[in-house]
């Protein structure tokens, strides 16, 4: 995820405190005794106090090599006293230790920051306790984790556009997380650097975003079996753009009043530029009229030789034959049109079987046709591999229309597969008959 503006600012005040009560690290190693964790600042050398300190940042890719058992919590709060807020957290069963101090804003606002050793065992109840306590307000809770650092040189940015050149000694840094990051995640995160001259003194990352968590995109194609099928059938017919059927039409043609239908439009409006009319003009003519009809357009090209309209499915003929009309009044001549859109019609049925032959006849009489059929399988996508990682699917199954009845011999098939997936768990995936 990416954090916002305000969790950023947060952030800043975690730093305000950092040198006192967190503790962050260069080479921090495993804190294997992290409940006795001593707040030390590890420095490459002495640095000299008369110098001036300066902050230095940078956004860099880093993974995460540990989660701690330690909470961050930044808040405003209504009690200003640390005995007081002490003895409330401790009443919270799980937290072993915890280190309070308040910052005062320019705002005058007071904040708290609070450190938070924690039973690992008892992660969760600890955090919805804290959300509901009536003297945290609003509480903002982190995770102090363990990131890698760059190999590589990093440009550093500073205050009044000022830059250095850093190369970091150490493999690992500790850092500030999402109470949502894992270990193994892999983060977008800032660096930042106080460093007092040329001594870096402070060191702490931050995470900015959590790639690993963002959903990402997965796209294959794969063999499946078939695990069943489903009582369900689409029949697609077709009728030209210049006549559309309703709703009760299409019922009172295939003689049942208990389908489902659908209408859409496919294929577009071409017509034949060559020896016809100037190329500019009509560019410009046809651009009036997509900007126009900008809802039902979804795409004009112009060649030297043809003009392609491609129309959103939602087209209706009556628009259709206005558009049509400005092109004849403009002096295409109706010869040059090479193709026209048709209308698509879905007809669902909840069965399993059909007599396509009988349905076609109906059409046919009418003026429609039959495109084609599909019957509605059911897949076992349970896991599927994709770039090296194995992504589980919550949902097991799910389904993809074959082409019926000519697949129905089929005990596998050739599947497009697309989904999103967070780290590897897919929770959402499409199936499609890859039929190329």
Known sequence: MKWSKETVISIIIVILFVGSIFGMAIGSGS??????????????????????????????????????????????????????????????????????????????NITTMIKIVIDADKRDQIIEDLQKTDYLL???????????????????????????????TESQIDGVVGINTERGDELNAQIQIVF??????????????????NPQMMATTKIIPIKEWEPAIRVYATSSITKEFDVNEIKDVIGDENQVIGRSVEGSLTINLENNLDT????????????ENETVIKDLTIDENQASVEFEMNLKTE????????????????????????????????????????INNKLVASGLALKYSEKNAIFDVSTIEYQGKVLTSDSNTSNAWLLYPDDL?????????????????????????NRE
């Open 31 to 108: 804190r294997s005794d992290i409940g006795n964790n001593n707040d030390t600042n590890i420095t490459p050398s002495n640095p000299d106090e008369n110098l001036p300190t300066e902050f230095f940042s940078a956004y860099v890719d880093s993974n995460v090599l540990e989660i701690y058992p330690q909470f961050v919590v930044v808040s405003n709060t209504n009690i200003y006293d640390q005995t007081t807020l002490d003895t409330k957290l401790k009443q919270i069963s799980g937290i072993k230790k915890n280190t309070i101090s308040f910052n005062k804003g320019e705002d005058q």
């Open 138 to 168: 609003n509480p903002q809770i982190y995770v102090s984790a363990l990131l890698t650092m760059p190999k590589e040189k990093v440009t550093l940015s500073g205050d009044n556009n000022t830059t250095r050149e850093y190369e970091f």
């Open 196 to 213: 007092q001259g040329n001594t870096p003194v402070r060191f702490l990352a931050i995470e900015y975003q959590n790639t690993s968590a």
């Open 280 to 291: 500019n003009n009509i560019n410009d003519y046809l651009t009036g009229i997509k900007d």
């Open 319 to 358: 628009k259709y034959d206005s558009i049509k009309n400005q092109l004849l009044e403009f002096g295409i001549d109706s010869s040059k049109i090479n193709s026209e859109p048709n209308n698509i019609y879905r007809i669902e049925y909840s069965v399993g079987d059909l007599n396509l032959d009988l």
């Open 409 to 433: 011999s089929k005990t596998e098939v050739d599947l497009i597969i697309q989904g999103y997936y967070t780290r590897n768990n897919l929770w959402f995936i499409e199936l499609k008959e």
